[in-house]
């Protein structure tokens, strides 16, 4: 593998979605990782080669302003309406009460409501219809009012 071969599996690394690569190839051994800080491997040879970085910006708020996120209680796909053909639980700007749906989450082919924790208005909708959701993500944020 030579030094272009290595730069062109670095660019196709760099767009894609993956984090981490490694390939062996004979005596040839290759880690790439994305994150904050460059990661430097060696290739045979010795000849060292700098990873791409992925850098994120990140902006962070008082929770006061943002207000309460409303979180997964465990991992599925979110629905923000019924069905199809419904219209959405609720959206943005819109006024709730403790205890409204505000959304369904699908696991193990269960239904599972959400509902708001405190009277307030949706501020916004933090992920898309039909999206997996993890456990303890921020599905939306509620701000008392």
């Known amino acids: 593998m ?3 071969e290595i730069y062109a599996l670095m660019d196709r690394f760099d767009a894609s979605s993956l984090n981490r690569l490694k ?3 004979g005596d040839t051994k290759l ?6 800080t460059p990661v430097t491997t060696v290739v045979s040879g010795g000849l060292p080669v700098a990873a791409p970085v992925t850098t994120t910006e990140v902006t962070t708020e008082r929770k006061e302003e943002r207000g309460e996120e409303i979180k997964a209680p465990f991992v599925g796909t979110f629905y923000s309406a019924p069905s199809p053909d419904k219209e959405p639980f ?3 700007g819109q006024q ?3 205890g409204d749906v505000v959304g369904i989450i699908e696991a193990m082919k269960l239904m599972n409501e959400i509902v708001a924790p405190m ?7 933090l992920v898309e219809d039909g999206s997996m959701v993890e456990y303890n993500q921020a599905l939306m944020t509620v701000k008392k009012g």
Not at 31 to 36: A, H, S, V
């Open 2 to 4: 030579d030094i272009q």
């Open 23 to 25: 390939l062996e190839m």
């Open 31 to 36: 880690t790439l990782e994305k994150g904050l």
């Open 90 to 92: 609720v959206t943005p």
């Open 96 to 98: 709730v009460k403790k």
């Open 119 to 125: 009277d307030g208005v949706i501020e916004a909708i």
